[in-house]
């Protein structure tokens, strides 16, 4: 299995800001997934992130505002851009089992995000 | 397009009763079909999938989920509850089109009362 980790766990930051999220794991991996889950609510995928290529993106999310960076096989990051009180939400890295797509996926612990 | 509908919001069960959760999915070509966990202030764990086989899929926690492929089923279940799985739980399908993308289901609420 893989262990995920993502700084920072939570923030409060003010409209207009930015914060970028960062997610760790302890194996290298092709594949790496940012959603977004309102809490208590189910889970919405922000983009598909490969190491060496620009991410993918699902509709309703632009690269301007959510960039996202894949430096190596360990590591990505989530710009969360010019936020509003509507990007109040948890984000979740995650990771394809044994780099899979047919296997289930692991998550990190989320960001638990608050824009004033 | 694929899909899953989970028609409970909440599911509520004494402790020591069986519980079942609902899923349907919607998917052209094999599913692939999951079940994750979220405990209160906690990330996402996976429970149990289907890829192919037996249609009775054994997972961790002593829950077991059923693959039904006539109703494209894949409910959820536990011969006795304990107040200790009280959490939120996802249905969840891949399949490949397009790309293999999870899609979530809405999630169901379980609350098991002592």
């Known amino acids: 299995s893989a262990v995920i980790s993502q700084k920072p766990s939570r923030d409060i930051c003010q409209r207009g800001t930015s914060l970028t999220i960062q997610c760790q794991v302890d194996s290298q991996v092709t594949m790496m997934f940012w959603y977004r889950q309102q809490p208590g609510q189910s889970l919405t995928l922000i983009a598909t992130a490969n190491q060496g290529s620009e991410a993918t993106y699902e509709s309703g999310f632009v690269i301007d505002k959510f960039p996202i960076s894949r430096p190596n096989l360990t590591f990505s990051t989530l710009t969360v851009s010019n936020m509003s009180p509507e990007d109040s939400s948890i984000y979740l890295c995650s990771v394809d089992s044994g780099g899979s797509s047919y296997n289930e996926q692991f998550f990190g612990p989320g960001t638990r995000l608050t824009v004033l | ?114």
């Open chain 2, 1 to 114: 397009a694929q899909s899953v509908a989970q028609p409970e919001d909440q599911v509520n069960v004494a402790e020591g009763n069986p519980l079942t959760v609902k899923c349907t999915y919607s998917v052209s070509g094999n599913p692939y079909l999951f079940w994750y966990v979220q405990y209160p202030n906690r990330g996402l764990q996976f429970l149990l999938k289907y890829i192919t086989g037996d249609n009775l899929v054994k997972g961790s926690y002593g829950f077991e989920a059923e693959f039904n492929k006539s109703q494209t089923s894949f409910h959820l279940k536990k011969p006795s509850a304990l107040v200790s799985d009280s959490a939120l739980y996802f249905c969840a399908v891949r399949a490949n089109t397009g790309g293999f993308k999870t899609i979530f289901g809405a999630g169901t609420r379980l609350f098991v009362k002592a």
